[in-house]
């Protein structure tokens, strides 16, 4: 079935066209052998050290999320980043109605989607921490990465040979913009890390544009610098009199949360509930280059 579907787009399960959510569940449980078996033995097992059949698990898995994803796909550093995102579109939905539309009975209704990771794409794809690391797990399926003897496929490859189509819709790594520190900060590690690139340019072209295209439908997609910054993280977007809201007595901190402030995630969400009342003209340039990538692919 597995197969089929990447072949032809479509199966069918007892005479039903068959969905992707559906095959999944079906992968799920056969794992639930792999599982079972991985608990009787001493062995590691991680993407390095996959079974036959995990591999076949974990190649569905790239398929579904980043070479066959019915919406473009952002990956942020932090799950605070995805409530900034969705504010600030909500506060500018007339302004991109490829992502984001306000339907009749006045939900909002978004062009894209927002990757969330979970114990299960951690364990078969690496997806487990905020910032680089996620990313630079998710870019070595679009490139192949070696660790000694051991060796992570290039899915991106593998599909266009065996689909002879391009993968659906982009898939963008979204970064605060910090490229100048020598401190291992996310964009950084990961425009280091990168093949093959000049990266020169790469980062002139994202100091001027604030995304540029890695390899097929792989971008990377950052906030642009404010202030006369020469990094600024995605806070920094914010007027200084939102970030100075005081919330049950307590100020933000970025650093973290204890009895006097409070957190990222504290703050991302009273921006996410109050967005109709918040200035996000710092984020246009931000979303007018993820408009951009959209269109252009």
């Known amino acids: 079935m597995a197969h089929t579907l990447y072949v032809t787009e479509n199966f069918n399960v007892g005479g039903n066209k068959g969905t992707i959510n559906g095959l999944e569940g079906r992968l799920s449980f056969i794992d639930q052998l792999s599982k079972y078996n991985n608990s009787l033995d001493d062995c590691k097992h991680d993407i390095w050290n996959l079974s036959a059949r995990e591999k076949e698990y974990q190649k569905f898995l790239f398929y579904k999320y980043f070479f066959a994803a019915e919406k473009p796909v952002l990956v942020t550093e932090g799950k605070t980043d995805i409530n900034y995102l969705k504010a600030a579109l909500k506060s500018n939905y007339l302004r991109y109605p490829n992502l984001i539309i306000l339907n009749s009975d006045g939900k909002f209704e978004f062009k894209v989607s927002f990757f969330k990771r979970t114990k299960r794409l951690k364990f078969f794809l690496g997806i487990s921490k905020d910032g680089a690391d996620s990313m630079k797990n998710i870019y070595s399926y679009f490139v192949s990465s070696q660790r000694g003897s051991e060796r992570i496929t290039n899915y991106l490859n593998y599909f266009l040979n065996l689909t002879k189509r391009k993968p659906k819709r982009p898939v963008i790594f979204v970064f605060d913009h910090e490229l ?86 504290v703050f991302s969400t009273h921006v996410l509930n109050n967005y109709s009342n918040i200035n996000f003209d710092n984020f246009i340039p931000m979303l007018d280059a993820l408009n951009k990538i959209i269109v252009s692919y």
């Open 180 to 265: 100048k520190s020598s401190h291992k900060k996310p964009l950084r590690v990961f425009v280091n890390a990168l093949k093959n690139k000049k990266k020169n340019e790469l980062e002139q072209k994202l100091n001027k544009e604030n995304y540029v295209k890695i390899i097929s439908n792989l971008y990377i997609l950052t906030n642009p610098l404010v202030d006369n910054k020469d990094e600024c993280e995605i806070e920094d977007l914010f007027d200084q009199q939102i970030l100075e809201t005081k919330i049950n007595g307590k100020t933000f901190s970025r650093e973290g949360e204890d009895e006097t402030v409070y957190g990222k995630q």
